[in-house]
């Protein structure tokens, strides 16, 4: 990554600024196109597509997922629906797995893109001041710092559903996580959430015949819930022992 001091503040900024820039735009563009109505409409050519070029639509399916995710650009959702509903029911011996795989790998892809454009262009600095703050802020980055409470913290903001993916992207970048941790809890911890949508994208056919809507809701049903929220008390587990030790040292 290039030296601060020797770089260009208007230039460490021009991703973010990108990004910011293409987010809006897109927002306003696209917010009739990435929709359950518009999958609705063109599923049969994209099942056809699918069909005809099957690894073109793969890598074309990543590279769109990656962007709506580096963008933040609205349709995460039914962008992972559409995984579901072009892989998760095609022919294997696992049949979700392909989507939730595809749907994983262009999620992580797209944060990590983010990931680096904020951390270009804020996080270093932020993280500098952060540094040589005091008080609470300071304590903040002390802990994360930590190695075990940094995979810990990391692991956790991607399994508890009520943080937005996009907060789950900014905030790494902004503390100085290195890219390598944030990748691989990007990519293993969103990989519960992913399974779960992958599936109702799977049943998009039948949802679809009947003229209905997906439940976006089944996350929360404890049947799905209580599984990620003990996924997610086993990731807090060395915070929790942390904090009840330093307690007994008091």
């Known amino acids: 990554m290039p030296d601060e001091s020797s770089t260009n503040p208007f230039l460490r900024r021009l991703p973010l600024i990108g990004v910011a820039v293409v987010a809006v735009v897109g927002a306003y563009i696209l917010r009739d196109y990435l929709t359950f109505d518009a999958l609705r409409q063109n599923r049969e050519s994209l099942l056809a597509f699918r069909d005809a070029n099957y690894l073109l639509c793969v890598l074309g399916f990543i590279g769109a997922y990656a962007v709506i995710v580096a963008f933040?650009?609205?349709?995460?959702?039914?962008a992972?629906?559409?995984?579901?509903?072009?892989?998760?029911s095609f022919p294997s011996a696992f049949p979700v797995?392909?989507?939730a795989?595809?749907?994983?790998?262009?999620?992580?892809?797209?944060?990590i893109l983010l990931f680096l454009a904020v951390r270009w262009g804020l996080g270093d600095n932020l993280a500098k001041r952060m540094d040589a703050s005091d008080g609470v802020v300071k304590r903040i980055k002390d802990?994360?710092?930590d190695d075990a409470n940094q995979w810990s913290m990391l692991f956790l903001i991607r399994l508890v559903?009520?943080?937005?993916?996009?907060?789950?992207?900014?905030?790494?970048a902004l503390v100085g996580v290195p890219l390598f941790r944030f990748a691989v809890s990007t990519f293993f911890g969103i990989?519960?959430?992913?399974?779960?949508?992958?599936s109702v994208g799977a049943g998009l056919g039948e949802v679809f015949a009947r003229g209905e809507t997906p439940d976006l809701g089944i996350i929360f049903q404890p049947a799905i819930l209580l599984p990620i929220l003990g996924?997610?008390?086993?990731?807090?587990?060395?915070?929790?022992?942390?904090a009840v030790r330093g307690k007994k040292g008091l």
């Open 101 to 111: 795989l595809f749907n994983v790998a262009g999620a992580t892809i797209g944060a």
């Open 231 to 242: 996924l997610s008390l086993l990731a807090a587990l060395p915070l929790l022992l942390k």
């Open 97 to 99: 797995l392909p989507g």
């Open 191 to 198: 990989m519960p959430g992913a399974l779960v949508y992958t």
């Open 72 to 78: 933040s650009l609205p349709g995460a959702t039914i």
């Open 161 to 172: 559903p009520a943080v937005p993916f996009f907060v789950a992207n900014l905030v790494p």
């Open 80 to 88: 992972t629906l559409t995984g579901g509903f072009l892989f998760g």
């Open 143 to 145: 802990g994360i710092d």
